[in-house]
């Protein structure tokens, strides 16, 4: 858990990989391309591909899409693995609807299916099949969903989201079936008021109502970087948010602590007129200062006793005045202390946050820190365990590019592709999270630009180029990595 979380009192970490969107974010025209695809349910036989690129949110549009219909249909959402073959595939199938599909031929699997819908079709229901990640497919796969789709006695509907891969894969797969037709919808990037609209939907997810904790300007930067798509978003705000100094909230006990110190002050100036008043009071009669000076003189009248008495009275009520003024100076005393104290333990929990947030940054230790304290607070957690393949992609150049491959959550699969299919130097895979689960990136090679990239991607073999492969910058992928390092 990140610390940004704590300090906006967040009940989750909203930009974290494992982060669970609740709801789906209605800006970018992603509340009117749900709407666009609901509608083709109900009103076209065509089977649906959504496309988009990695992270720009195809899985969330998924599951809120199942969550639509409520009772009207059977949604059953089948997450695709790489090299899923047909028996897997109705395994999970199987695991959405009442239907028993294990250890059935493909043929008598299909036919249960068919079965089935025609069931909910008398309840004026619909069947709907979602399957995500389709680009991971195999060709035998694709073909037995085009069977299930193809039902003569009910209308069982198919929604395929994937990377952009999936078009071509599925025109493959149609060609020469008449009877089947494909509506491709193509998911957009967000625009940049549509990525400040975002991160306040996420915050706002996750109990947050104030103001952004970090700017729009940067916000744009953050935009630019991320070509608008929302799982690189994500990171990005993460790690932002993550270098925002929390201690800037001291400012928000200030206004109190000044209301404080003006009473403070208030009170001092209150105890200085009433001191130049006990002075004012237990000055001496002028008519003493008089006979003073005739003494001084070395006049040799005499002092009257009507005087002498006079004096002594002015002086016993000086000294009552004096005693009523220091009573009223010692509660005036007390007063400051009280306030004074109030003071101190508010400026302590104002120091005390200061501290918290330079210790957390690293700051150098006062004079009473004590080290030992200070070396355990400051002790570095030991770095997690990363492949040889990814400590290497975190010393190429941040300038430079490679060729992703694919992707999958399944590591063993990504080791058998990469040891069986790839014979090149300089390639391997690296780990990051996508869907709330590790996912494992093939990448090959390591290009001073993209022209040299793009070369290297016309020479791969026929398999592997249609798996689409694309080119991607270092400093994206090293962001990766070092996001998972991060969150361990």
């Known amino acids: 858990m990140k610390k940004y979380t704590k300090n906006l009192n967040l009940a989750y970490d909203p930009f974290?990989?494992?982060?669970?969107?609740?709801?789906l974010f209605g800006g970018g025209n992603r509340q009117q391309l749900l709407d666009q695809i609901i509608e083709h349910s109900l009103y076209s036989q065509s089977i649906m591909s959504v496309t988009g690129c990695l992270g720009c949110g195809k899985t969330t549009l998924a599951k809120t899409y199942c969550q639509s219909f409520g009772g009207e249909a059977v949604c059953a959402f089948?997450?695709?693995?790489?090299?899923?073959?047909?028996?897997q595939f109705l395994e999970k199938l199987g695991e959405q609807i009442p239907v028993h599909l294990n250890d059935q031929e493909t043929d008598s699997a299909v036919g249960s299916i068919h079965r089935y819908a025609s069931?909910?079709?008398?309840?004026?229901?619909?069947?709907?099949?979602?399957?995500?990640?389709?680009?991971e497919l195999s060709s035998d796969v694709l073909n037995l969903i085009m069977a299930i789709k193809n039902s003569p006695a009910a209308a069982i509907?198919?929604?395929?989201?994937?990377?952009?891969q999936l078009q071509s894969m599925l025109q493959s797969a149609l060609s020469g079936k008449a009877d089947l037709t494909l509506i491709e919808i193509e998911m957009s990037e967000l625009g940049g008021e549509d990525t400040v609209e975002y991160v306040k939907f996420k915050l706002?997810?996750?109990?947050?109502?104030?103001?952004?904790?970090?700017?729009?300007?940067?916000?744009?930067?953050?935009?630019n970087l991320s070509n608008g798509i929302p799982g690189t978003i994500n990171a990005l705000v993460s790690n932002a948010l993550e270098e925002v100094n929390f201690s800037a909230t001291v400012s928000e006990k200030l206004p109190g602590l000044i209301s404080l110190g003006n009473r403070y002050w208030a009170v001092a100036a209150t105890l200085v007129v009433l001191l130049l008043g006990a002075l004012f009071v237990m000055d001496p009669d002028p008519r003493l200062d008089q006979q003073q000076s005739v003494a001084d003189r070395g006049s040799s009248i005499s002092i009257p006793v009507t005087l002498e008495s006079t004096a002594a009275t002015t002086l016993n009520t000086g000294t009552i005045a004096a005693a009523e003024v220091v009573t009223d100076f010692e509660q005036q005393v007390t007063t400051i202390k009280e306030t004074s104290a109030a003071i101190d333990e508010a400026a302590i929990d104002v120091i005390d946050s200061v501290v918290d947030a330079e210790i957390i940054a690293g700051a150098t230790a006062t004079e009473t820190d004590s080290p030992e304290a200070l070396k355990e607070e400051l002790k570095e957690e030991p770095a997690p365990d990363i492949s040889a393949f990814e400590q290497a992609l975190l010393e190429f150049p941040a300038s430079s590019y490679t060729v992703q491959i694919m992707g999958s959550h399944s590591e063993a699969s990504v080791q058998r592709f990469v040891q069986d299919e790839l014979n090149a130097a300089q390639r391997g895979y690296f780990e990051t999270r996508f869907q709330e689960k590790p996912w494992f990136v093939v990448v090959l090679g390591n290009f001073e630009n993209r022209a040299d990239a793009s070369k290297a991607i016309a020479e791969l073999p026929a398999s592997i180029q249609s798996l689409q492969p694309w080119i991607r910058t270092l400093a994206d992928i090293q962001s990766d990595i070092r996001e998972l390092i991060a969150t361990n």
């Open 204 to 223: 706002a997810e996750a109990g947050y109502d104030g103001e952004l904790p970090i700017s729009v300007s940067e916000l744009g930067n953050i935009h």
């Open 119 to 135: 069931q909910l079709d008398l309840e004026m229901k619909a069947l709907m099949l979602v399957v995500d990640d389709a680009h």
């Open 78 to 87: 089948v997450p695709a693995t790489l090299f899923m073959n047909k028996s």
């Open 157 to 164: 509907h198919v929604l395929m989201f994937g990377e952009t």
């Open 16 to 23: 974290g990989p494992a982060a669970a969107a609740k709801r």
